[in-house]
């Protein structure tokens, strides 16, 4: 394996293309959720100088009206997309009064689902589709597992590495589908080896009790407000949190084996419908309950760590961009906000996703067979829970491996790739970070999920009083300097522009609801 990857890094380097390696495009998603001084999920509506959450391009909403999500450009250096995060939040937090922005992924104070505010995009046909699609997430799996909170990581070579790259492999296919190709094995190495992210940057490893809502939990008892797991990583990634509890329910498992196959089990998904679903109704009355009775409304739906992406044009389908462009960019979901970094990620952190994105993308990649998609599922399970359990051991090819000898193995398979990275800057960067990981293999408790716990512990404090201290000192952090005059006004005129851009949307429409959803689902729009 790791031999594989040296041989491609010799020959990029062998080609003097180490410049088009390191300029490839890395863009952040950001969710932040909003809240009152108390700590509880806002009820306010999302503020109008942030502009339209339907038409903003760098400031929206995900599930809910207080779910704030800050979109950055895709950027050659990492460190862009980062400045990009910190003016956007900066211009958010000049637009909140009395609210906080909660610095962990798992929310607080929750007082059940029906206190979560459902996000609201205006009466546009396209904006009641968002709303009725996050109405029907709510039904299908409850509105609180809606409003956890995460980082993702949005990555693509140069366009003009392409070629080079296909020259180097001596692959005589059209150019398009050679990239393909070899997105979806980014894709599903990224799902092989992506245990690591959660071990590396969980930090998710206690939660407030009001989150489980009274629900039965194997987890242990922190305090009296607090639940937590011994050795827990990111509990976001484990059966509580972010996957989909009900996938084997419903039937559905995407096929990664090529984009073809991805857009059809995706595809297949949209257009079957489910007993399960069928019980919740779609329209009562005049109200849509939820888009479809489908297995899934959309595609969005379906959840997972990775997801190779498109751009989409208009109103376009994800599957329909996919299958006419191809894939655009690679997805990374599996990031925790780090509670402890005022921007919830660190430029530490990119470059060791930069760097491992290139390494799953240089790895060989074969085919998931079902044996290893049972084992990618405990093994990311097993780490959600108990990563730092010196007694876990994971599944590579039917044989169990303690993760400090697989982590050991695969950073040094990225030593290569750092150092290519590192050629043409000052200084080691890359390295330096991937040193920065490579101890938190031999020490776990330096781990951010181990810090949390051990700063609770020193503090006393329970989940909720540990997250608030730390949301009210990013708060000063970002009440500490201004953005500059050229930068608020860039904010303030793209979220003029985007109220201005709803408003257009809202007096185009002509034809109702029920038309629109029908010309959607049959790639009428």
């Not at 060791?352 to 049972?374: A, T, Y």
């Not at 005129?493 to 109702?512: F, V």
Request: aromatic share 10%; net charge negative.
């Amino acid at each position: 394996m790791l031999q594989s990857v040296e041989k491609q890094i010799a020959r990029l380097s062998g080609a003097e293309v180490l410049e088009l390696l390191h300029r490839g495009l890395k863009g952040l998603e950001k969710e932040s959720l909003r809240v009152s001084s108390d700590g509880g999920i806002a009820q306010t509506p999302h503020p109008r100088a942030l502009g339209s959450a339907l038409t903003n391009p760098y400031i929206t909403t995900d599930y809910s009206e207080a779910l704030i999500e800050l979109i950055t450009p895709p950027f050659p250096d990492s460190r862009e997309a980062q400045d990009f995060l910190l003016e956007a939040q900066k211009f958010v937090y000049d637009n909140l009064e009395g609210e906080l922005l909660w610095a962990t992924s798992m929310p607080s104070v929750l007082a059940g689902g029906a206190n979560i505010p459902i996000a609201r995009y205006g009466d546009s046909n396209a904006g009641t589709m968002k709303t009725v699609y996050r109405r029907g997430l709510g039904h299908r799996y409850g509105r609180v597992m809606q409003v956890i909170a995460g980082v993702h990581f949005n990555y693509s070579p140069r366009a003009e590495f392409w070629p080079v790259y296909q020259a180097l492999q001596g692959d005589r296919h059209p150019l398009r589908q050679f990239s393909d190709t070899t997105y979806l094995g980014l894709t599903r190495n990224l799902q092989r080896y992506g245990w690591l992210i959660p071990y590396l940057f969980g930090a998710s490893p206690a939660v407030c009790k009001s989150f489980l809502g009274g629900r039965e939990t194997t987890l242990e008892e922190f305090d009296s407000g607090t639940c937590y797991g011994p050795f827990a990583t990111s509990l976001r990634m484990g059966d509580i949190g972010y996957t989909n509890s009900k996938e084997k329910g419903v039937g559905i498992k995407a096929n990664y084996d090529s984009l073809g196959d991805y857009i059809r089990s995706l595809s297949r998904a949209i257009e079957t419908p489910s007993p399960l679903w069928e019980r919740i109704g779609v329209k009562h009355g005049e109200r849509y309950e939820q888009l479809n009775a489908n297995i899934l409304q959309i595609e969005n739906e379906y959840y997972s760590t990775v997801r190779p992406k498109q751009l989409l044009e208009g109103l376009e389908k994800p599957v329909r961009a996919l299958e006419r462009r191809g894939v655009r960019y690679v997805e990374l979901r599996s990031l925790d906000i780090n509670a402890f970094h005022p921007l919830g990620i660190s430029l530490e952190q990119l470059r060791f996703l930069e760097v491992f994105m290139l390494f799953c993308l240089l790895l060989d990649s074969p085919p998931i067979n079902v044996q290893e998609q049972r084992e990618i599922d405990q093994n990311l399970g097993g780490v959600a829970h108990r990563g730092r359990d010196p007694l876990l051991y994971l599944l590579r090819q039917g044989r169990e491996l303690r993760l400090q000898t697989w982590a050991g193995e695969l950073l040094r398979g990225m030593e290569g790739v750092c150092e290519a990275l590192d050629a043409s800057l000052p200084g080691t960067p890359f390295q330096e970070s991937l040193g920065a990981q490579q101890l938190l293999v031999k020490d776990p408790d330096c781990t951010p999920s181990a810090m949390m716990l051990a700063e609770m512990r020193r503090n006393q404090e329970p989940f909720f009083y540990f997250a608030r201290r730390l949301s009210l000192q990013h708060q000063e952090w970002f009440a500490g300097f201004s953005l500059s005059p050229e930068r608020e006004q860039f904010f303030r005129k793209q979220a003029k522009i985007s109220l201005e851009r709803q408003a257009e949307i809202e007096a185009a429409d002509e034809i109702p609801f029920d038309q629109f959803l029908q010309d959607y689902f049959n790639d009428r729009i």
